[in-house]
């Protein structure tokens, strides 16, 4: 490698940390807005949405970009995470804390029931399978009404508590904001590990991993498992805030948004799905008041970007375009000094 190359991707790294320290520290600051009047509980509760978000489109990304199974099932393992949250909490009087880690592990065991039969299969049979646990668990919260609620869901759900005389939608935005982002931290240390560089080989070549002596369905159960406990945290968390949780938290159009955060952000990019799930979340939030515009506004994102861009935005060399555009510019300035009549 050469010292330039060294040098530009010193460079790269030292800017995306800059990156990351300044968006942790504005995270943190925004409850400040909140307690001094200038924003709202809505306002912490957009960027409450964004952090969820931007966990599942993380934890889907581990499957889905570095792993290699496309799944259409983490909108119920979302799901089964809030449920069990608020089932526990309303039913059996579980704290909320222990609430929403035996959500998470909940989602693992649901994971771990589809991947065993399943991640033998390979490409749209898979999708079809997970596909089809979604509409199977969907059709379950109506006919075990009784526990779930049916339609009319789980109203209230426990939520954190305030302490130490702060705001309880401050607490609760802090909780949220420090697991999904330690959640966030350590889906990257798992991706940039030993293990992740297995997922990514069997990814790559699955046959050549079998060559090698690595047993990929095994491999392939565990990064199933592990992104759905990420994907059932989020649901836990996501329940207790709402203090709700209902069969729109996790519909089949949720697993289709979160699949769209990985493939818009590109897959297998560890910080696009991020950027796609704020950017995607905050304009749907936008569109609100008009639910149907803003499942057009989510299908129209994923096919432009499908025909266009298929690796997703992240794929995109932003630094070489501004390096040749700067180079354009001073082509220009240089041609412009030359020139007596310029």
């Not at 600051?29 to 009047?37: E, H, K, Q, V």
């Not at 904001?177 to 080989?201: E, H, P, Q, W």
């Amino acid at each position: 490698m050469s010292a330039a190359t060294t040098s530009r991707l010193t460079s790269a790294f030292s800017f995306t940390r800059a990156v990351v320290w300044a968006t942790l520290i504005f995270l943190a600051a925004i409850p400040l807005l909140f307690m001094n009047g200038l924003a709202t509980g809505y306002t912490l509760h957009i960027f409450i949405l964004v952090l969820v978000y931007s966990l599942l489109a993380t934890s889907l990304n581990l499957l889905v970009g570095y792993t290699g199974p496309e799944s259409f099932a983490h909108g119920a393992l979302f799901g089964i995470g809030g449920y069990a949250t608020g089932i526990l909490a309303l039913e059996f009087g579980v704290p909320v804390f222990a609430g929403i880690l035996l959500g998470a592990l909940a989602a693992v065991a649901a994971a771990f029931f589809i991947s065993l039969p399943s991640l033998r299969l390979k490409g749209i049979y898979f999708a079809i399978l997970t596909i089809a646990f979604q509409v199977i668990y969907q059709d379950s919260l109506l006919i075990f009404s009784d526990i779930t609620g049916g339609i009319n869901g789980l109203a209230g759900v426990p939520s954190i508590p305030g302490v130490f005389g702060l705001d309880s939608a401050v607490v609760d935005y802090y909780v949220v904001m420090i697991a999904c982002v330690g959640s966030i931290y350590l889906l990257y240390r798992i991706i940039n590990s030993g293990l992740g560089d297995t997922f990514k080989m069997i990814k790559q070549d699955e046959e050549v991993a079998k060559h090698l002596g690595y047993n990929t369905t095994r491999y392939k159960i565990l990064s199933f498992v592990i992104s759905a406990f990420f994907a059932g945290l989020a649901g836990g968390l996501f329940a207790q805030h709402n203090a709700f949780v209902g069969l729109t938290l996790s519909n089949l159009f949720i697993s289709f948004q979160i699949f769209v955060f990985v493939i818009v952000g590109g897959a297998g990019y560890f910080w696009g799905p991020i950027v796609a799930a704020v950017f995607i979340t905050y304009l749907e939030e936008l569109l609100s008041l008009a639910s149907v515009y803003s499942r057009v506004l989510t299908a129209l994102m994923l096919l432009i970007v499908i025909v266009s861009i298929p690796n997703g935005i992240a794929s995109i060399s932003w630094r070489e375009h501004i390096h040749s555009a700067g180079h354009r510019v001073g082509l220009l300035s240089k041609a412009n000094r030359d020139d007596p009549n310029a």
